[in-house]
């Protein structure tokens, strides 16, 4: 049951230890004068039981009335850090109310603050508004981990008089507060930017200077005058016209082991999570690497596309909704809710062991040019044996291949994609990204220039 379903479960009235105490000294006293015959303290303990009965009484009369406001500043917050949550109660009650207590219902991952006073909140006002049936609250929320969390609803505590009975209602709804990964500054001198060309980097190549052969095709029927290529056209002796210049952003994929296949041979970390505020410390690493290399390419001025490693044994869905990939104008606001809103896979306890690797996987390999190749990175906590396959599959249309792989990846794993010629480099944990940022910066420049010698 939710937080706010036991809220509801609870609004009726109920009497507080002081009135529990108040009714078994009653009901005492009416069993002492029954006993003895004494009518004066049968008397006492008639009140004694009334009073809490009546403040039960007088609470479910009165329930308060209120309607709730919420915002959060700023709305979209990183892990680590603080967002101020600000509440405007207004009372919708023709009657005034106060001595309540008040607390904004939220995960305990977010440690929501204890309960407080309420300031006193005067009965609605119609004609002329003077303010005093509004009252502002305010609290600072920490983040500690990434996430999508409902904060509210805001729940109120009302006692009678006496404090005999207490009554608790909800007020408002939830509102969703997005906890974005935390994000590993990497140094912005280097970066695949300076090494490697992409797919759209080689389209841009040709239309450097001194390549006018690069940029002219033959005159085809149609094509306007206006793109006729003199000096292309005086040196081949036939009518010559310029390419259309394609322009965008360097490409790159990243792709993210989402689905966890290889978790399934692991039956002491494959069965289901029972605290659902419970963290995967190795898929909460893998998605922290995403997000800070992606943040750190769009800043660079890539397009970055974002996928989930294929397995076929435990297929994941898409991480963003569009498949167009992210653009650096917004692009890394999108991507970090996207990865916000990303949860860890959940494993039945009877799954059965994964199948052997397949070494001559079905899916057809894309061949490419290696101008032309895509660079990618995987992100990988714990594949399985198929998803291994996959990327091994993948790997004659990307180029630079780069893996960044937690300590929970197998060995067989690794030294089956160092096999297929991916660049496998170990990442224990966010601080060590950056380092391994630079090594796989290095070996992307080592390949690209052995593969210039070679193709020479």
Same mark, same amino acid.
């Given at each position: 049951?939710?937080?706010?379903?036991?809220?509801?479960?609870?609004?009726?009235?109920?009497?507080?230890?002081?009135?529990?105490?108040?009714?078994?000294?009653?009901?005492?006293?009416?069993?002492?004068?029954?006993?003895?015959?004494?009518?004066?303290?049968?008397? $006492?303990?008639?009140?004694?039981?009334?009073?809490?009965?009546?403040?039960?009484?007088?609470?479910?009369?009165?329930?308060?009335?209120?309607?709730?406001?919420?915002?959060?500043?700023?709305?979209?917050?990183?892990?680590?850090?603080?967002?101020?949550?600000?509440?405007?109660?207004?009372?919708?009650?023709?009657?005034?109310?106060?001595?309540?207590?008040?607390?904004?219902?939220?995960?305990?991952?977010?440690?929501?603050?204890?309960?407080?006073?309420?300031?006193?909140?005067?009965? +609605?006002?119609?004609?002329?508004?003077?303010?005093?049936?509004?009252?502002?609250?305010?609290?600072?929320?920490? +983040?500690?981990?990434?996430?999508?969390?409902?904060?509210?609803?805001?729940?109120?505590?009302?006692?009678?008089?006496?404090?005999?009975?207490?009554?608790?209602?909800?007020?408002?709804?939830?509102?969703?507060?997005?906890?974005? *990964?935390?994000?590993?500054?990497?140094?912005?001198?280097?970066?695949?930017?300076?090494?490697?060309?992409?797919?759209?980097?080689?389209?841009?190549?040709? +239309?450097?200077?001194?390549?006018?052969?690069?940029?002219?095709?033959?005159?085809?029927?149609?094509?306007?005058?206006?793109?006729?290529?003199?000096?292309?056209?005086?040196?081949?002796?036939?009518?010559?016209?310029?390419?259309?210049?394609?322009?965008?952003?360097?490409? $790159?994929?990243?792709?993210?082991? +989402?689905?966890?296949?290889?978790?399934?041979?692991?039956?002491?970390?494959?069965?289901?999570?029972?605290?659902?505020?419970?963290?995967?410390?190795?898929?909460?690493?893998?998605?922290?690497?995403?997000?800070?290399?992606?943040?750190?390419?769009?800043? !660079?001025?890539?397009?970055?596309?974002?996928?989930?490693?294929?397995?076929?044994?435990?297929?994941?869905?898409?991480?963003?909704?569009?498949?167009?990939?992210?653009?650096?104008?917004?692009?890394?606001?999108?991507?970090?809710?996207?990865?916000?809103?990303?949860?860890?896979?959940?494993?039945?306890?009877?799954?059965?062991?994964?199948?052997? *690797?397949?070494?001559?996987?079905?899916?057809?390999?894309?061949?490419?040019?290696?101008?032309?190749?895509?660079?990618?990175?995987?992100? $990988?906590?714990?594949?399985?044996?198929?998803?291994?396959?996959?990327?091994?599959?993948?790997?004659?249309?990307?180029?630079?291949?780069?893996?960044?792989?937690?300590?929970?990846?197998?060995?067989?794993?690794?030294?089956?994609?160092?096999?297929?010629?991916?660049?496998?480099?170990?990442?224990? !944990?966010?601080?060590?990204?950056?380092?391994?940022?630079?090594?796989?910066? !290095?070996?992307?420049?080592?390949?690209?220039?052995?593969?210039?010698?070679?193709?020479?």
């Amino acid at each position: 049951m939710s937080r706010a379903g036991r809220v509801r479960h609870q609004a009726r009235p109920r009497l507080t230890p002081r009135g529990i105490a108040l009714m078994a000294v009653g009901g005492i006293l009416f069993g002492v004068a029954l006993w003895f015959d004494l009518r004066d303290i049968l008397l $006492l303990a008639a009140v004694g039981i009334a009073m809490p009965l009546a403040a039960l009484g007088f609470l479910a009369a009165r329930p308060p009335r209120l309607a709730v406001h919420r915002t959060f500043e700023p709305p979209v917050v990183g892990a680590g850090h603080a967002t101020t949550v600000r509440l405007r109660v207004h009372n919708r009650s023709r009657r005034a109310f106060d001595g309540a207590h008040w607390r904004d219902l939220a995960s305990p991952a977010l440690r929501p603050p204890p309960e407080a006073i309420l300031p006193a909140v005067g009965r +609605t006002e119609g004609m002329m508004p003077s303010g005093d049936d509004t009252v502002g609250l305010e609290y600072r929320l920490r +983040t500690p981990r990434r996430g999508v969390f409902d904060v509210g609803p805001l729940r109120i505590s009302v006692t009678d008089p006496f404090g005999l009975a207490r009554i608790d209602r909800v007020a408002g709804g939830a509102r969703e507060l997005v906890v974005t *990964p935390r994000v590993t500054t990497l140094e912005p001198a280097v970066g695949l930017l300076a090494s490697v060309d992409g797919t759209v980097h080689a389209l841009q190549r040709r +239309t450097r200077p001194n390549s006018d052969e690069l940029i002219a095709r033959e005159y085809r029927y149609g094509d306007p005058l206006r793109r006729v290529h003199w000096a292309a056209t005086a040196r081949r002796g036939e009518l010559m016209v310029r390419e259309e210049e394609q322009r965008g952003d360097p490409e $790159l994929r990243i792709l993210l082991d +989402t689905a966890l296949g290889g978790r399934a041979s692991h039956p002491a970390t494959g069965g289901p999570r029972d605290d659902a505020d419970a963290l995967d410390p190795a898929f909460e690493l893998g998605v922290e690497l995403a997000a800070s290399l992606a943040v750190h390419l769009l800043s !660079r001025g890539f397009r970055v596309r974002l996928d989930p490693v294929e397995d076929p044994a435990a297929p994941a869905p898409p991480i963003a909704p569009e498949a167009g990939g992210y653009r650096a104008a917004g692009g890394d606001v999108a991507l970090l809710e996207d990865l916000a809103r990303l949860e860890p896979p959940r494993r039945e306890t009877g799954r059965a062991l994964p199948r052997e *690797p397949r070494r001559n996987p079905t899916a057809p390999a894309v061949t490419a040019r290696r101008d032309t190749r895509m660079p990618a990175i995987a992100v $990988l906590v714990d594949p399985s044996g198929d998803a291994a396959e996959t990327l091994v599959a993948l790997r004659t249309s990307v180029e630079p291949a780069i893996a960044f792989a937690a300590e929970s990846v197998s060995a067989r794993i690794v030294e089956r994609l160092e096999e297929a010629d991916w660049r496998v480099i170990r990442v224990r !944990r966010p601080a060590d990204l950056p380092a391994a940022w630079q090594e796989a910066w !290095r070996s992307a420049r080592e390949a690209v220039r052995g593969g210039g010698r070679h193709g020479a």
